[in-house]
């Protein structure tokens, strides 16, 4: 199949780098406008440089309510519609409910959930004109809880269900809106490497995660964003406050 967004427009923030990065190309092969939302400028418009067009980059704190405001504004002056979002920017700090920083933790909830918020609720406003797909990147932490992420292991999980009160509103407000999340396993992406860069033997952590996979090897950023292509496209059209885990079955 080709074609399966033509004249869609999208927002992917974190689409500098890592999944965003994957699920911007793959977008924009498959016919969307995209707009990279990202605080990274340079690696936005890097991806810009590459696709062309299609892309076009703004700059975007996701904890900013005003940035997300101005994000909207943006894409309403380029393209006039947006039909998908993917809340896709977050951090990850290490660090268990002893050793976590209350700053740290505080960060990574605004980040990871605040910032999942604050787009769902400043879409709406534009995405009902049309209907569309609303796609938050959660984890399989937010299934399966590890002691060393407790404040990601929180975030994530909020954020889920922050999404299916989401996906019930936009259905009983009939505004043709779908909300679904999106649970990779450990996909090696550049924050990945932040995370490793954490710890004293990085190797050690990396055969470790490697090993939470029963198939044997961490993800690859094109399978999630295949599965986002899946969700931002008329093929999931009857599908909404759903769950999809693509972590190599780490979470059984």
Request: a negative charge; proline letters at 2%; one cysteine or more.
């Given at each position: 199949?080709?074609?399966?967004?033509?004249?869609?427009?999208?927002?992917?923030?974190?689409?500098?780098?890592?999944?965003?990065?994957?699920?911007?190309?793959?977008?924009?092969?498959?016919?969307?406008?995209?707009?990279?939302?990202?605080?990274?400028?340079?690696?936005?418009?890097?991806?810009?440089?590459?696709?062309?067009?299609?892309?076009?980059?703004?700059?975007?704190?996701?904890?900013?309510?005003?940035?997300?405001?101005?994000?909207?504004?943006?894409?309403?002056?380029?393209?006039?519609?947006?039909?998908?979002?993917?809340?896709?920017?977050?951090?990850?700090?290490?660090?268990?409910?002893?050793?976590?920083?209350?700053?740290?933790?505080?960060?990574?909830?605004?980040?990871?959930?605040?910032?999942?918020?604050?787009?769902?609720?400043?879409?709406?406003?534009?995405?009902?004109?049309?209907?569309?797909?609303?796609?938050?990147?959660?984890?399989?932490?937010?299934?399966r809880a590890q002691p060393e992420y407790c404040g990601y292991n929180a975030a994530k999980a909020g954020m889920t269900h922050l999404s299916k009160s989401?996906?019930?509103?936009?259905?009983?407000?009939?505004?043709?809106?779908?909300?679904?999340?999106?649970?990779?396993?450990?996909?090696?992406?550049?924050?990945?490497?932040?995370?490793?860069?954490?710890?004293?033997?990085?190797?050690?952590?990396?055969?470790?995660?490697?090993?939470?996979?029963?198939?044997?090897?961490?993800?690859?950023?094109?399978?999630?964003?295949?599965?986002?292509?899946?969700?931002?496209?008329?093929?999931?059209?009857?599908?909404?406050?759903?769950?999809?885990?693509?972590?190599?079955?780490?979470?059984?």
């Amino acid at each position: 199949m080709s074609g399966r967004l033509d004249g869609r427009v999208a927002l992917v923030t974190g689409g500098a780098s890592g999944l965003g990065r994957a699920m911007v190309q793959h977008f924009a092969a498959e016919g969307a406008h995209v707009m990279v939302g990202d605080i990274d400028l340079d690696g936005a418009h890097g991806i810009g440089t590459e696709l062309g067009d299609a892309v076009r980059v703004q700059r975007l704190d996701v904890t900013s309510e005003s940035d997300w405001i101005d994000a909207f504004a943006a894409v309403e002056a380029w393209r006039g519609r947006i039909d998908v979002l993917v809340n896709n920017a977050g951090i990850t700090t290490f660090g268990t409910v002893e050793t976590l920083g209350v700053a740290d933790f505080r960060q990574m909830l605004e980040i990871d959930l605040v910032g999942v918020f604050l787009g769902c609720k400043h879409v709406t406003g534009l995405m009902r004109r049309t209907g569309g797909s609303v796609i938050n990147m959660s984890s399989m932490c937010s299934i399966r809880a590890q002691p060393e992420y407790c404040g990601y292991n929180a975030a994530k999980a909020g954020m889920t269900h922050l999404s299916k009160s989401v996906a019930l509103h936009y259905a009983r407000e009939g505004y043709g809106i779908r909300c679904n999340t999106i649970h990779p396993g450990v996909m090696h992406t550049p924050i990945l490497d932040k995370v490793m860069a954490q710890v004293e033997d990085p190797q050690a952590l990396y055969a470790q995660w490697s090993a939470l996979h029963p198939v044997g090897r961490m993800g690859r950023p094109d399978e999630v964003a295949g599965m986002a292509l899946y969700l931002a496209s008329d093929e999931a059209t009857f599908v909404t406050g759903a769950e999809f885990v693509i972590d190599g079955g780490s979470s059984l």
